[in-house]
């Protein structure tokens, strides 16, 4: 019999102690996914690929720059950076879709979010990379965008810094690595941890970058799905924990050596849904992902850059429709309903920040910076003591 | 659409009879300034709607005006709910406020039950097929319209009017409850059109 987390749950501390105290977990090499290891966050089932790509219509896209190593030339490298693209749909430039957003702590960039304070409409792919590339990411964007007689949209791109390991003064990403992760883009599982935007971003100062996760909503509204990508930059490690487990307190380690000093620092998170919702529930949603991010430890620091968007797939605008017609009309769920969205986003952001760190590697970047992996086989045992594991797929229970 | 309740402490902006059947209505508000005394606008920043009659009443009766609005909302379903008069939106100014009478509560809850009138002092003008209307009471303003807007589209119009204290409501989609995982539609204005309808806003509170 396999019992999911509720069930597990519900069936007491007994039950939990028998999961928890199973003697026979192997070691894990390689990385792997949080939830093919047992850890199973929240109470909502993941979609078919536990990504933000569940969500239908969107896909991701990275361009990853990893080149040179040793001491830092501007201009030259080392380079440890790289580019993020998500397509909310592919007809996103002739259709807007709502979209919200939350600002846990603004020490950041986002570009489009007055377009969105204003109109709550997104009109361009989503691009993610570091702090000094924001400038470049938003022109190459531009020329992705619909240049005719109608109203221009913002492109949006967010940002977070990882110049301890890479050489952020030098700009290394340019056009063609915009167009490359735009082009790239796919639905279906997503890459994560080293890659895109995360190629160079530290995580409760172990190795970060990108992850994803998603929920699958319950009844009555089982056919929608909620899917979250984060770019995970951030965190004090003593506060980091996972499903609860004070795993950053435990491993007081494998701290990063660092070329430079750096506070700890930022996170994007992006949630889409294709259930159909207003602007301004997608801002509900936006905040319910700080909710996840705060449950992995975050306090959204002082230097923190803190941003989430949040769109619907569910109710396109055409464009000229937008600006020229008469009306238009919007689905809405009503907030009577919107319970398991709210929960779902907050989970969603939790698993795809942990997945960040289940998936970086270990990493050297400029001066010899050295960033380590969050090490899996000790935070599986602390997680074990702490009963917050779970059979993994390969152990009976469901993946 | 406007139908006005005015007492000597107190006026009332009626949207709807006191006691309604469950609905909503998009709204938005926007203080300037220094203004700041305002009660019961969180369910506006979260939910972007309203239920409940616009009080609009000397600051230093606040309190007093807020709990007969949540008196009329027992009143209208012991739970109340978003949907049936909670919070009221009391807006308060910054003026002297006038002796209340002790009945003060009762003459408030009995006027609130008339619905109110179409006073002379709502000002109206046509959009098309749709109707907007404004009042002015002290620093404050209340603009209300049946052309269909979203809480965004609203906003905008808020920053039409001068005063320190606005609040716009469309009567255009009225967001009555739907069964559990049911869809609700709604229906928003082009930019274009907004635009226009911002130009007759502003020629109505000129």
């Known amino acids: 019999m396999s019992l999911d987390r509720r069930q597990v749950l519900q069936l007491g501390p007994l039950a939990m102690a028998g999961v928890a105290t199973r003697a026979d977990r192997k070691s894990v090499t390689g990385r792997h996914r949080a939830r093919d290891l047992g850890v199973r966050i929240g109470r909502l089932q993941p979609g078919r690929w536990n990504a933000i790509t569940d969500v239908p219509g969107v896909e991701v896209g990275h361009s990853t720059i990893i080149e040179g190593s040793g001491p830092l030339v501007v201009g030259r490298g080392p380079v440890r950076t790289g580019v993020t693209a998500i397509w909310p749909n592919r007809k996103i430039r002739d259709d807007y879709l709502p979209c919200g957003f939350d600002v846990p702590n603004g020490n950041g960039e986002v570009t489009g979010l007055v377009q969105l304070r204003s109109l709550g409409i997104l009109g361009s792919p989503i691009c993610l990379t570091n702090t000094s590339s924001v ?27 990882d110049a301890v390991l890479n050489d952020i003064e030098g700009r290394h990403v340019h056009k063609q690595h915009v167009d490359a992760a735009l082009q790239g883009a796919r639905t279906g599982p997503v890459e994560e941890g080293c890659v895109g935007g995360g190629t160079g971003m530290i995580c409760y100062q172990f190795k970060g970058g990108i992850g994803t996760a998603s929920r699958k909503l319950p009844p009555p509204l089982e056919k929608f799905t909620v899917g979250v990508l984060v770019q995970a930059n951030h965190g004090a490690r003593e506060l980091l924990r996972i499903d609860g487990a004070p795993v950053g307190e435990e491993i007081g380690d494998l701290l990063p050596k660092e070329g430079r000093e750096t506070d700890p620092n930022s996170i994007l998170m992006v949630v889409a849904t294709d259930a159909p919702l207003l602007d301004y529930q997608l801002n509900r949603l936006a905040r319910r992902a700080g909710h996840g991010l705060a449950k992995t430890g975050s306090i959204s620091g002082n230097s923190s850059g803190d941003f989430t968007l949040a769109f619907s797939t569910g109710n396109p605008i055409p464009r000229r429709v937008f600006w020229r017609g008469d009306t238009y009309t919007q689905r809405s769920i009503d907030e009577t309903a919107i319970y398991s969205l709210l929960e779902a986003a907050s989970e969603a952001t939790e698993e795809a920040i942990v997945n ?3 998936l970086a590697t270990d990493m050297e970047g400029r001066d010899g910076s050295r960033v380590f992996a969050l090490p899996l086989n000790r935070t599986l045992e602390i997680m074990q003591r702490h009963h917050r594991l779970f059979p993994s797929a390969g152990e009976g229970g469901q993946s | ?100 009478p002790d009945d003060w509560d009762l003459r408030l809850l009995g006027a609130l039950q008339t619905n109110g009138d179409s006073a002379s002092s709502v000002r109206r003008k046509d959009f098309g097929d749709h109707l907007v209307e404004s009042v002015e009471i002290g620093d404050a303003a209340v603009v209300v319209t049946s052309a269909p807007l979203l809480p965004k589209q609203l906003g905008y119009l808020c920053e039409a009017a001068s005063s320190p204290v606005v609040v716009a409501v469309s009567v255009g989609n009225r967001l009555e409850r739907v069964g559990e995982g049911l869809l609700r539609s709604v229906t928003a204005l082009s930019q274009d059109k907004l635009t226009a309808l911002y130009g007759v806003v502003e020629e109505l509170l000129r």
């Not at chain 2, 006005?4 to 508000?29: G, H």
């Not at chain 2, 300034?33 to 409940?52: C, K, M, N, Q």
């Not at chain 2, 606040?62 to 007969?68: D, E, H, R, T």
Request: proline share 9%; glycine share 8%; aromatic share 10%.
């Open chain 1, 135 to 161: 400038g470049m990411v938003y022109d190459a964007l531009l020329d992705q965008l619909l240049d005719d007689d109608l109203p221009a949209v913002e492109p949006v791109v967010g940002e977070t810094w």
């Open chain 1, 356 to 358: 960040a760190l289940f």
């Open chain 2, 1 to 100: 659409m406007i139908k006005l309740v005015t007492l000597p402490f107190c006026s009332v902006v009626m949207l709807d009879a006191w006691n309604a059947p469950p609905s909503r209505y998009f709204a938005a508000y926007r203080c300037r300034g220094t203004y700041r005394w305002l009660l019961g606008h969180p369910v506006i920043d979260e939910f972007a709607t309203i239920s409940a009659p616009i009080f609009i009443t000397p600051r230093a009766l606040l309190g007093k005006i807020y709990n007969a609005g949540i008196s009329l909302g027992h009143k209208r379903d012991p739970e109340m709910g978003i949907d049936l008069g909670w919070p009221p939106l009391c807006i308060g100014l910054d003026e002297e406020a006038p002796e209340l």
